[in-house]
């Protein structure tokens, strides 16, 4: 029966079933994340004119446009990284695989994790560095502020951050990969 009226959604299916259906949404979320990576620190700087940050002493406002440039530079690398990712998720599946929603979102999972370990890791060395050399108590204040107080200020920071965001990058790698790893061994072993 090639009617078209029993045939008119096959376009639809065709793209679910070789995996167009679930990259190319996902192409456009890692533009969207991009995109608010490069707007994030405006949004930031938005809120500190807000609260009234440059009306703090000087050493706050000090502190506060070395974390802004530090979280520039972080987003500025996030986007990269996203905008880097969103051309490689078509590489994710190939058309005849019977499995492609999951290498999809393995690699979702581990673009995420690098993503959020890369921030971390550099906001919180940094932010260690500027309480210790620039702020001291001050620096929990800035925080708390800028809305990353979950980030330990001080020495700590410095070499727990960095160990944070490697591990975080480091077990989302490992858990895509082992994703990946059962989906080829699924996709090898389908019967011919």
Same mark, same amino acid.
Request: net charge positive; charged share 10%.
């Given at each position: ?5 029993? @045939? !008119? ?21 890692? +533009? ?20 009234? &940050?440059? +009306?703090? /002493? ?6 506060? &446009? ?10 500025? &690398?996030?986007?990269? #990284? ?17 499995? %492609?929603? @999951?290498?999809? !979102?393995?690699?979702?999972?581990? @673009? ?5 370990? @890369?921030?971390?890791?550099?906001? /919180? ?7 210790? %050399? *620039? $702020?001291?108590? *001050? ?9 990353? /107080? !979950?980030?330990?200020?001080?020495? $700590?920071?410095? &070499?727990? =951050?960095?160990?944070?965001? !490697?591990?975080?990058?480091? #077990? ?9 790893? $059962?989906? =080829?061994? =699924? ?6």
């Amino acid at each position: 029966m090639e009617n078209r009226f029993f @045939t !008119f959604i096959a376009p639809y299916l065709a793209a679910i079933d070789d995996g167009r259906f679930f990259r190319k949404p996902f192409s456009w979320l890692y +533009s969207l994340i991009a995109i608010i990576n490069l707007l994030l620190p405006f949004y930031l700087l938005y809120q500190a004119i807000d609260n009234r &940050i440059f +009306s703090a /002493g000087s050493k706050i406002v000090f502190g506060f &446009i070395l974390a802004w440039l530090t979280i520039g530079i972080a987003c500025w &690398i996030g986007f990269q #990284l996203w905008w880097d990712r969103k051309n490689k998720i078509s590489l994710s599946s190939s058309t005849g695989d019977e499995f %492609i929603a @999951t290498p999809t !979102f393995s690699h979702f999972i581990q @673009t995420l994790g690098e993503w959020i370990g @890369t921030l971390i890791g550099l906001i /919180g060395f940094v932010f260690g560095i500027l309480s210790i %050399i *620039a $702020l001291g108590d *001050a620096g929990y204040y800035l925080s708390r502020q800028l809305g990353v /107080g !979950f980030i330990n200020m001080g020495i $700590l920071s410095i &070499i727990f =951050a960095p160990v944070y965001g !490697f591990l975080i990058i480091i #077990l989302t790698r490992f858990l895509a990969e082992q994703i990946r790893a $059962l989906v =080829a061994i =699924a996709n090898n072993t389908k019967k011919q």
